[in-house]
């Protein structure tokens, strides 16, 4: 297997920038097999970015992986991170950290400056065309990440504080990490701190939204319930999610990214 | 050239949900080339993610084709379907018939039960990753059919109904079936039928559509009009297609999937 | 590395008919690398595809690249030009002028007429599919582009006349070429055009839409200011470019394609 690149970028897909960066990679790396992850992140949206970079990247064989989301385009660094095995390559804004959280943590990490990697002239505001996937390329066909620039303490990179899961007092607090296409929302709670609640699937649990209170079954799935029902199930990335089985549950319940969550099982 | 592998789902792509697929697809079957049909199926509409597999498989090399639309995630079996030199593997809940038929019919199916083909642990609401993904994949790298679990009766697979069409006192008597992004509303008519009738290109056709009675030429092409005119043309898939050049004809006439039309030759 | 092909069309993601184009490439010419441009170039917008194709292409292999944006599909002769090392193929109607022109401007061209090279039965709506991409797998695969049809001229291709961009009694006026997704807007205006004037990184810009007047500074991207503030750069394919950083500027100034821009330095 060709050595693998992977890409996340909140680009659209209404324009060639995406194209243009798997043209450069493709120069450079014509071994390379390369996966979008995702280009659709909502413009600027780091947050976003880092999610769907974490719950993603450990079904993908390791390689280097781009993420390029950076409403400050420019102005962070770029950097090449080293963790379990992959190497990262992005701003230095937090965007990767949450997937090199999941890798195990860095092991190390470079400043990207050494502008022989790079497509020249570098465009201010095009860093994944210009720097990341010719950097990425080229880490792929033998060139070493200490060549990129001068080694960072892994401790110094910018980390987005991960969304917040709090077990206490019979009950586990957290909040919406994301909202996907159906409308189910994902919270920071991994099932395991539910199940610590003795909540088992089969039970109805007991759903706070600030001064709202709901109660929902805990099910396997949101097909398990009837069309239109709520739901509470555990997703495919292992954390807690709200459904409405056929419909929306974010806008049912109004609960956008960030919207805090209580969780306790049914007295 | 290495096995071919497609993927058409309702999974959109503003998440990585796709991706993740093709990680799990490119570590088990890394030869394996891998084509998206479609992953903008609308959320849980098995007959449009049926129309565009049936339609479009038959322009991609012979392979292992995953199809992933199910409102009812998890409580389908899953199953694997031979038919035309091909392999369908998806749920069992119509998704994959109509293509199974255009191949010819199904002259084998199993239903995938072996464990050992999975992604551990499997999630419930994930079978496209966990299941369909890594059955397809090592499909492709020597495992057997019949080794996903007990061979059951391709006559008891989920079949969808077929759009209907009926040729009598000499009009043809149809449906919608599908309305493109350019707004065309494909009908469930064949050219041949409407030809039966003696239609030929450059003739006016009479449409009736319920109580509502129109007439539009019989042209080669949309762009056959002037901008702004109905017209019926044969369209890619050799169906009778309503179309407005320029224009959108799906909401002009307001047709939605699953609309009765028939057409007659003019008097 | 296997030969290259390039895909861009107007035919969106909803439905299978890019991944019908790939499985024809695919059964042609297996060792080619496909990259795909762009599909959401807006139905039938042929300078927006022009655009696109044209400041895309420089980053990609030399290979063959189609072009699908057609509002009159079926009506114009296909073509394949060689500009620049690459072969262009699409519809005669200037989709392909601009990258030519990048290129270097046509070395020769031809119509495309041997139905011996054509997916069969062909689709007169659908030339994607059946003409232009069978036909670029085939040139991957050591047919000639002489074999193709008749030499044409290429001075008598359709070309679209390119967004002008004039520098007289010091300043310069141009038009917007196109919107991205983050609403900026990209003039015909090119950075040296600017600069010849004598504006410099870090000036305030005078601009004159139509009978308005602003003013504002030329940065060296969108995010060197404030969140909510104009800004006008040099963006990534050497053109001016108007922003609002983490802001939509062609809403807030109600700038589509084609508006007329005039630009210069603070007195």
């Known amino acids: 297997m060709g050595p693998v690149i992977t890409l996340l970028t909140d680009y659209g897909l209404e324009d060639g920038y995406v194209a243009a960066c798997h043209g450069v990679i493709l120069r450079l790396a014509p071994e390379a097999r390369v996966i979008d992850v995702c280009h659709l992140v909502p413009s600027g949206d780091v947050r976003r970015g880092a999610a769907i970079l974490a719950q993603t990247i450990p079904y993908i064989p390791a390689g280097v992986h781009i993420g390029a989301v950076d409403p400050a385009a420019g102005a962070r660094r770029p950097v090449a991170v ?22 195990g943590g860095a092991t190390a990490a470079y400043e990207i400056v050494n ?28 060139r070493k990440v200490s060549e990129l620039g001068p080694e960072i303490d892994p401790a110094r990179l910018v980390s987005l504080p991960a969304p917040t899961s709090l077990v206490r007092d019979g009950s586990v607090e957290g909040e919406v990490v994301s909202v996907d296409r159906y409308g189910n929302t994902q919270l920071s709670i991994a099932a395991g701190d539910l199940h610590s609640l003795g909540v088992r699937v089969g039970d109805i649990l007991q759903v706070h939204l600030g001064r709202r209170h709901l109660s929902m079954p805990y099910r396997e799935s949101y097909s398990a319930v009837a069309p239109g029902e709520l739901v509470a199930f555990t997703d495919s990335a292992g954390l807690i999610a709200i459904a409405v089985n056929n419909g929306d549950a974010a806008q049912r319940l109004g609960l956008p990214p960030g919207a805090r969550v209580r969780l306790r099982p049914t007295a």
Not at 86 to 94: I, T, Y
């Open 82 to 103: 080293e963790a379990g095995g992959r190497v990262f390559v992005g701003p230095d804004n937090g965007l990767l950290s949450w997937a090199v959280q999941a890798g």
């Open 115 to 142: 502008d022989e990697f790079f497509v020249q002239p570098v465009s201010p505001t095009f860093p994944g065309r210009d720097v990341y996937s010719p950097v990425a390329a080229q880490l792929c066909t033998g």
